[in-house]
C-alpha cells in the first residue's frame, strides 16, 4: 500500500516531510572499488578494461573487438523490425526538431564606452555516452544523448554500452547510427568511464561524458569530474500527477505505473483535491498491477514509495509540487497552463490529460534525461547546451580603457594584486604621454 | 627559469605534452576530513560549525552572531574609502550590464502534429557564495559571483566569508551589499558548505553553491555536488599570451605577471612567433620581478610553471592554444578578431593590446569566475545560466497523440516497458471509440 496523507490533517507536515526526506537511492559502497578501476585502467589501458570485461561481463575481447565493426553496426542494424526502426526514426526526427531549437546565440556588441564585449558558444570536440547494459538497456536513452549532442556540433561521438555474455541489443546499435554516433565500444561499468574519460591506446579520450549508469557508473562519474565534464548524476526516475476528479482513473493509474515499472525505487505520487478520487486511482492501480508484465518491480515501487496526497485545492497542489521538485510533472487539470505556472520546479511539465509522460520518454521532442532527486531546483534536463560552452570575449579601445581603467587599477590595488594594477597602468601611461 | 620551447624542435611534441601534463594543483589528502566536517555538521548544525570555526578561524560565534547584523554590514560598509567604492560601482554596474544580457528566453511552438512543445526558465530559489578569507579574500569575487545570481532572479542570496581572528574584509562587505545579498555568514571551510548544503537551525539551505575556495572548500563542493548544484571545481589561474613583436615587452610581462601574483602553482604561458621577442618578454619580467611586492610567489609561479613557446605562424599558436584551452587568451597581435575564430577553447579572450586581462578581472564585464586546468574544453565562466534552470514543456492534443502515439507504443514495447505502452495505448482506444 502507498501512503495516503491528507493536506488538512493535522501531522500532515510530519509525514509530507517524511515523503521528501525519504532515502530511495541505493548506496552500496562502491567508491573504493571505483577508485581502483579507475587507477588500473589509468595504469594498463586496453589491459586492464579487457580484463575487467571479462571479470564483470564474462566477455573475452581484444583491442581489436573494442568496438564495433562497421560490419558489426551493419548486421545488428539489419535485425531492427521495418516497425520499430520506423517507430524510432519518428523520436529522432522529433527529438532532433526539438533541440534545434536550443542551438544558443552568439552575442557582440560595443557599449558607450568604446569596448567590445560579446560571447561566442562553441561545441566540445568529442563526447561519450554510456549506455546502460542489461534490464536497463534503452535505446531511446541513446538517442536522448547523443541527439543534443549532434545538435551542438559535437565532432566526434563514442558510445560505451556493456554487452554482458555477448548479449547486443540491435535497437541500441540502430539509435546510436540513427544519431551520427562514430564509435560503439561493448564495455561498460567504472572501467569504461574510465577509458572515455582518460583514453586507452585503442579508445581516444572525450571532454564530456553523459547518460545514466548503475552506482558503479554513477560514481565514476564524480571521480572523474573536473577532468571531464559530466552531465549529473542521475537518481531514480519519478512522477507527480496533479490531478481533478475529472479524468480516468485508469489513464493515471497507468501513468503512475510508468515510472513505477522503471525501477523498485522509483516513486510515484498523486496529488489531488478530491479524496474519493484518489482512492478510485489507488484502486485503478491494484488492478493494473494484477497483470502487468513488470508486476513485481512496479508493486515495490508503489507499495513503498508511492503516495496519494489530497488536498484543499490546486493552489496547494502546487506548493508541495515545487517542495517536490519532480522530475516529471503531469498536470491533468482544467487549466493546465495556468498550473503550470505556479510550478516553478520540476524537470519537464506534462499539460492535460492527453500527454502521458510516456509520451516524452520516446516522441514527444523534449529530453527525458532529467534531473532526479529534487534537483530540478537547481538543474535542469540535458540539452544542447550540455555539449557546448562559451568564451567570453572583450576588447579594449585606448578610450575604453582610458575611461574604465583607472577604476580597475584601484581594484587591484585593494587587493593587493600589484601586477594586475600595473598591467593597466603601463597603457594608462602610454596614453598619457600620446596625448602631451 | 622558465621553459623555453620551440615548435621546430625534434623534442617539442614531448616538451609541450609535459607541459600541459604538469600537475600544478596542490592535492592534500582532505576528503576524509571533509567526510567527517560534513557529517558533523549535518547532525550537530551550529554547534558543529560554532566549534570548527573556533578551531580554525580561531573565533568564537554564537548562533546570533553567525551573521553580520545589519549595523555591522553598515559599519564595514563606512570603513570603504570613496575612491574605492566609487570603483566597485563602476564595475558592479558594468558587471550587471554584460550579465542582464545573458537572460534567456523562454520558447513555446506548435508543431505540424498540433503538439505544443517548448521550455520554461526559472531562477533557482536561494543561492550561496563561498567567499575565502585571509589572502585570497577578493571582493571583486563577490560582485562576479553574486551579480549573476542576482541578475537571473534568485531570491535568497547569502555569502558565508570566513573571518580568521575576526578579521574582516570591508571592500567584500560592500560588494555584497552591492550585489543584493541577504545574509553574511562569518563561517569557512567545509563547514561553510555543509551548512549551506543542508541548512542548519540558524542557516537556511541553499540550492546551488557558487565560488571559489581552498582544498576543503573544493572536496565539500565535490561531495554536496548532487544535494545542491555547484559551480566547478576551481583550480589554479592561468593565462596565455599570444604575441607578436609589435608589443611592449613589460606590458605583456605584468601580463603575464598579473597570474602569476595570483599563486605559486598559476601558470603563465606566452606563445609568440618570433623567438628574440619571447626573450625580450621573459627579460622584461625577471625586470618586473626585481621589485614587484608579490616576487615571492609570482617567481616561483614562473620559474615552475612558466613557459614561454617560439612557433613558426599565428595557426600553430591557435593549435597549441586549443590544446592548452586557456582560462584566459590575450591575443595581442594585428588581427586579434582573426586569430580568435581559429582558438576554439578558451574560458576568456582578451582582444588585441589595450586589453589586459585585469580589466577582465574587474571592471570588464565579463565573468572573471573561468574554466581552469584545461576545462575550458568543456565549460564555461559562471553566468546567469548558473542559477537558472530549464523546465521543458510538452502539451498533446488528441490528434497530435493519435499522431505520434502509436510510435511511443512501439518504442516501450520494444523496451519492455508495458506500462508505459498501456499509458499511451489506452488514450489511443479511447480517440478510436470516439471516432467510430
Known sequence: MPVFLNSSDPDFEAEFSALLGAKREDSPEVDDIVARIIADVRARGDAAVIELTERFDRLKLTPETLAFSAAEVEAQCGKVSPRDRDAMELAAERIRAYHVRQRPENALWTDPEGATLGWRWSPVSAAGLYVPGGLASYPSSVLMNAIPAQVAGVERLAICVPTPDGQVNPLVILAARLAGVDAIY???????????????????????????????????????????????????????????????????????????????????????????????????????????????????????????????????????????????????????????????????????????????????????????????????????????????????????????????????????????????????????????
Not at 337 to 365: N, S
Not at 390 to 407: E, V
Open 186 to 436: 561493448r564495455i561498460g561499468g567504472a572501467q569504461a568511464i574510465a577509458a572515455m574519460a582518460y583514453g586507452t591506446p585503442t579508445i581516444a579520450p572525450v571532454d564530456k561524458i553523459t547518460g545514466p549508469g548503475n552506482a558503479f557508473v554513477a560514481a565514476a562519474k564524480r571521480r572523474v569530474f573536473g577532468k571531464v565534464g559530466i552531465d549529473m548524476i542521475a537518481g531514480p526516475s519519478e512522477i507527480l500527477v496533479i490531478a481533478d476528479k475529472d479524468n480516468d482513473p485508469d489513464w493515471l493509474a497507468l501513468d503512475l505505473l510508468s515510472q513505477a515499472e522503471h525501477d523498485q525505487v522509483a516513486q510515484s505520487v498523486l496529488i489531488t483535491d478530491d479524496a474519493a478520487f484518489g482512492q478510485a486511482v489507488a484502486q485503478a492501480v491494484e488492478a493494473r498491477l494484477k497483470t502487468l508484465a513488470r508486476r513485481d518491480i512496479a508493486g515495490a515501487s508503489w507499495r513503498d514509495y508511492g503516495a496519494v496526497i489530497t488536498v484543499r485545492d490546486m493552489d496547494e497542489a502546487a506548493a508541495l509540487s515545487n517542495r517536490i521538485a519532480p522530475e516529471h510533472l503531469e498536470l491533468c487539470v482544467a487549466d493546465p497552463e495556468a498550473l503550470a505556472e505556479k510550478t516553478r520546479h520540476a524537470g519537464a511539465i506534462f499539460l492535460g490529460q492527453w500527454t502521458p509522460e510516456a509520451i516524452g520518454d520516446y516522441v514527444g521532442g523534449p529530453n527525458h534525461v532529467l534531473p532526479t532527486a529534487r534537483s530540478a531546483r537547481f538543474s535542469s534536463g540535458l540539452s544542447v547546451l550540455d555539449f557546448m560552452k562559451r568564451t567570453t570575449l572583450a576588447k579594449m579601445t585606448p578610450s575604453a580603457l582610458h575611461a574604465i581603467g583607472p577604476a580597475a587599477e584601484t581594484l587591484a590595488i585593494s587587493e593587493s594584486l600589484e601586477a594586475h594594477g600595473l598591467s593597466v597602468r603601463c597603457r594608462l601611461d602610454r596614453l598619457n604621454e600620446e596625448s602631451k
